[in-house]
């Protein structure tokens, strides 16, 4: 196991037992190894530590007005990112995935650093929120956190915590209007900026042709479509992507297993759940004195989780080998859940972001990252990332051809094949599988009629011999008893013809289908 942050005080052990699963999360994202990934997080915990230093002194000794900072969980994240800049700049830039590294040199990445009034509107509309408002936007929208949680966690009312959040996201939808209106533009995207702003105030709204035709070619103008329309849900990629950039959506799409894996596919809405306590003052003390105990557990489901990289070709085998990719902190006798078959959100909206799980937003920023780094054929890890084009709304779900057990006997199992996103060159799927007899541990074996290539998969790990595909359980999920489910999703590619994949087994046993 590597060595943790060793916090050094109250305020530490908070950011500690807080936020270090998802800087763990994200460094694993951005590296080539787990142990990469585990230096990485210390690092950049280190320097976010020191910046939260810096805001509380400064504001100390100026007039008393609030320090404008981000939240803790993705000012962490953006430190992962300078870090990982730091090391690209030292010639550490090997440990470090290749996609990112390309985004360090592009001009996307530049704007980070550039001036404030060209950075992403949803970096500087965060920034502008009161940091109470803004901690609960994050923990609710990006880190996929049950809202009565949310709200103890941060000492606010479970019950008045709904309303507080519309509230929060409007304000956030005001801050992001007005900073695109400061921002520098063309005439030409000055004379649509207050269409666009009534455009996205209603759901029942028609987007006008050549609006969208302006928001397909501008990037700018995107990234603010995304942050002014609140409905359609792709606020949380509109965040993930503004703030911390490169990887946004793939860190959502873990936030959002990591949380299911916690807490279980349905959201808890009372007091109590989830194991948290009733309400009462003085709960947001205990509550963070429960997650710093649980938090190597934590970072160990983090990991768990991942989206697994594998596949053929000699770059594959450099940047994420099985032998490289090593647990980096030990997940302890987890309990076995069951993820169900979780689905992928889908929207109309516009996002930037340089991550790789697909979600329904688009941008036109990011397509020269993809020709840069190539598709699954460049012998580089593919972007499953549908850059520089509309994703496709989630498909019907689907299944293989029905099946039943030899002999007529009783099947040994049930799968079913769920598709979701899919984009001209890749797709997203879930497998769940029903298991009549108990399991201490599982392997589902499947076969892509078609060339499928599975790129990145999540609650099992992946290997593919030709077109013949094997997930084998997490360490945390193997224990199944009899009726029921394990489920995991995965990323692939397809070209041509997209058909559901057959001969489904489970530990070598046909499942029936259909």
């Known amino acids: 196991m590597p060595d943790l942050p060793a916090p050094q005080d109250a305020t530490e052990t908070a950011l500690f037992s807080e936020c270090w699963d998802a800087v763990l999360s994200y460094a694993d994202l951005c590296t080539a190894g787990s142990t990469a990934a585990a230096q990485l997080a210390r690092e950049a915990f280190a320097q976010g530590i020191r910046e939260v230093r810096e805001a509380e002194a400064s504001a100390v000794r100026g007039t008393g007005r609030r320090s404008s900072r981000l939240p803790r969980i993705p000012l962490l994240l953006a430190a992962v990112r300078a870090t990982a800049a730091d090391w690209e700049d030292t010639g550490q830039g090997h440990r470090l995935d290749p996609d990112l590294r390309l985004w360090l040199h592009s001009g996307q990445a530049a704007r980070y650093t550039g001036p404030p009034l060209s950075r992403p509107v949803a970096l500087r509309g965060l920034r502008d929120l009161q940091q109470a408002d803004a901690e609960l936007l994050w923990l609710a929208e990006a880190e996929s956190l049950p809202l009565p949680l949310a709200a103890r966690r941060l000492g606010l009312d479970p019950a008045t915590a709904a309303d507080e959040l519309a509230q929060v996201r409007h304000l956030f939808r005001d801050r992001c209007h007005r900073n695109h209106l400061d921002s520098p533009m063309d005439a030409e995207c000055r004379s649509y900026a207050r269409l666009l702003d009534a455009v996205t105030r209603s759901p029942a709204a028609d987007t006008p042709e050549d609006l969208s035709r302006h928001l397909a070619t501008c990037v ?57 306590p009733a309400d009462g003052p003085g709960r947001t003390r205990a509550v963070r004195g429960g997650l710093m105990a649980a938090a190597v557990l934590v970072s160990g489901l983090a990991l768990t989780v991942s989206l697994l990289q594998f596949g053929g070709g000699e770059a594959d085998s450099a940047t994420r080998s099985d032998a490289d990719r090593e647990a980096v902190a030990d997940p302890g006798p987890y309990p076995p859940v069951d993820p169900g078959a979780p689905t992928a959100p889908a929207s109309d909206t516009a996002s930037p972001d340089g991550g790789k799980p697909p979600a329904g937003t688009t941008s036109d920023e990011h397509a020269p990252d993809r020709s840069a780094s190539g598709a699954a054929a460049a012998g580089t890890r593919p972007d499953p990332e549908p850059q520089g084009s509309t994703s ?106 997209n058909s559901p994949p057959t001969d489904i087994t489970l530990n070598g046993r046909s499942c029936a289908t259909g």
């Open 392 to 497: 496709a709304t989630a498909s019907p779900p689907r299944t293989a051809p029905p099946r039943t057990a030899p002999s007529g006997e009783p099947a040994a199992c049930h799968a079913t094949y769920a598709p979701g996103n899919q984009w001209p060159d890749g797709f997203q799927a879930t497998m769940t599988v029903t298991t009549a007899e108990p399991l201490d541990t599982w392997r589902v074996a499947f076969t892509f009629r078609d060339g499928q290539r599975v790129t990145q998969m999540w609650d099992a790990e992946a290997s593919q011999q030709g077109s013949r595909v094997t997930a084998t359980a997490a360490d945390y999920n193997r224990t199944v008893p009899a009726g029921g489910k394990l489920a995991f999703g995965f990323l692939a590619s397809w070209t041509g013809k």
């Open 220 to 276: 700018r103008c995107a990234e603010a479509a995304a942050c002014l329309r609140l409905h359609g849900g792709g606020l949380p990629a509109a965040l993930t992507g503004g703030v911390i950039g490169w990887g946004g959506l793939a860190y959502l799409e873990r936030r959002r297993r990591a949380t299911e894996a916690r807490f279980g596919p349905g959201r808890p809405d009372g007091p109590g759940a989830a194991g948290v």
